[in-house]
């Protein structure tokens, strides 16, 4: 089967970095991605890592190795309106994507 | 505001009652999706549809029926649900069907079964 495994919850204050991480088994492998979701929001995509190695979109990177199975987001410079839900997940070679259980990130003062 | 529009944003419907929801892209992506998530739950893959043609019925029962129009929408047919059925209901879109595309979602339907 394929699962990704992700903490579910992690807490932070504001201006710090915070780490989420993915661990994932799969049957193939295609990438990974990772979405935020705030709490009514809708998902958004954040970033794609394919190959090994550090992705970096503004104040959010995100970081694969293929060969530990392991994935993480790197938040820095955390905000309040950080505060929301992290999915990682991957494609299964198909059409078809599964999601992490997702972490809550809590962003305090 | 996202790119994929979902209408109507809230629904309540009896178990007895037919509905429909809608979505709609005009960004020229030719794979689109339905998704179910409950609170505090990661989206669960209902359907996809890839180039206009269902590729993916993730044994989702036939109280829910998809339809793809056209390239630009999606609906959702409802009949006969279930009170387990209540949840948001997402759907999304990608350029094309590969699974390493980002995937663009719209608001969800929230949908409430008396």
């Known amino acids: 089967g394929q699962s990704l495994e992700q903490p579910s919850e992690v807490t932070a204050v504001e201006g710090a970095i915070v780490q989420i991480n993915c661990t994932y088994q799969t049957s193939g492998f295609y990438g990974l991605s990772w979405y935020q979701q705030h709490d009514g929001g809708a998902p958004t995509f954040l970033s794609y890592?394919?190959?090994?190695g550090l992705e970096e979109t503004g104040r959010f990177s995100s970081f694969l190795s293929r060969s530990d199975s392991y994935g993480y987001l790197l938040l820095q410079e955390l905000q309040m309106k950080d505060s929301a839900s992290y999915f990682c997940a991957t494609p299964t070679g198909g059409f078809k994507t599964i999601f992490g259980a997702g972490t809550r990130l809590f962003v305090k003062a | 505001d996202t790119e994929v529009t979902q209408t109507p944003k809230h629904l309540v419907m009896g178990m007895t009652n037919k509905k429909s929801l809608k979505c709609e892209q005009h960004?020229?992506?030719?794979?689109m999706y339905w998704y179910k998530q409950k609170a505090k739950k990661p989206p669960e893959l209902m359907f996809v549809?890839?180039?206009?043609?269902?590729?993916i019925n993730e044994s989702v029962p036939s109280r829910f029926s998809p339809e793809c129009p056209n390239s630009s929408l999606l609906n959702l047919h409802l009949h006969a649900l279930q009170p387990e059925d209540s949840a948001l209901y997402l759907c999304?879109?990608?350029?094309?069907?590969?699974?390493?595309?980002?995937?663009?979602f719209g608001d969800g339907t929230r949908l409430s079964i008396l």
């Open positions: 549809y890839s180039y206009e043609k269902l590729s």
């Open positions: 960004m020229g992506h030719r794979a």
């Open positions: 999304a879109s990608s350029q094309d069907p590969g699974g390493n595309q980002p995937q663009h």
């Open positions: 890592n394919g190959l090994d």
